[in-house]
Nanobody
Framework: QVHVVESGGGLVQTGGSLTLSCAAS????????MGWYRQAPGKQRDLVAT???????NYADSLKGRFTISRDNARQTVFLQMNSLKPEDTAVYYC??????????WGQGTQVTVSS
C-alpha cells in the first residue's frame, strides 16, 4: 500500500511565495521521478516540474525562474518552492510519484489560490 500526500497549499497575495510538500509512504523500495502538475478550473492538468532520483529537474517553460523543485530521497519527499506568484498560478497542484517496481501514484491535490 502506497500513500502520496501533498501539503502546503493555501491563499496568498500576488507576488507572494508558497512551498508545497509531497511525501510518499508505504511499501517503497525506490522512487524514480517525482513531479508536480497543476489543474486550473475548466482546464487540463499540466506539467509544472519533475525531478529524477539523481536530482535532474525539468520545468514548464513558462515557470522557469519562479518555481524550484527539489527532493529529499531519504524522506521520500518532493518540494515545490513557488515565488512571485500570479493569479494565473491558481490551481489544484498534484504530486506524481513513480515508484520502482510498483507504478505511478498521484496525490489528492492541494489548492493554491493567488489573489490579485
Amino acid at each position: 500500500q502506497v500513500h502520496v500526500v501533498e501539503s502546503g497549499g493555501g491563499l496568498v497575495q500576488t507576488g507572494g511565495s508558497l512551498t508545497l510538500s509531497c511525501a510518499a509512504s508505504g511499501t517503497i523500495y525506490s522512487i524514480n521521478a517525482m513531479g508536480w502538475y497543476r489543474q486550473a478550473p475548466g482546464k487540463q492538468r499540466d506539467l509544472v516540474a519533475t525531478i529524477t532520483s539523481s536530482g535532474s529537474a525539468n520545468y514548464a517553460d513558462s515557470l522557469k525562474g519562479r518555481f524550484t523543485i527539489s527532493r529529499d530521497n531519504a524522506r521520500q519527499t518532493v518540494f515545490l518552492q513557488m515565488n512571485s506568484l500570479k493569479p494565473e498560478d491558481t490551481a489544484v497542484y498534484y504530486c506524481k510519484v513513480d515508484i520502482v517496481g510498483v507504478g505511478v501514484y498521484w496525490g489528492q491535490g492541494t489548492q493554491v489560490t493567488v489573489s490579485s
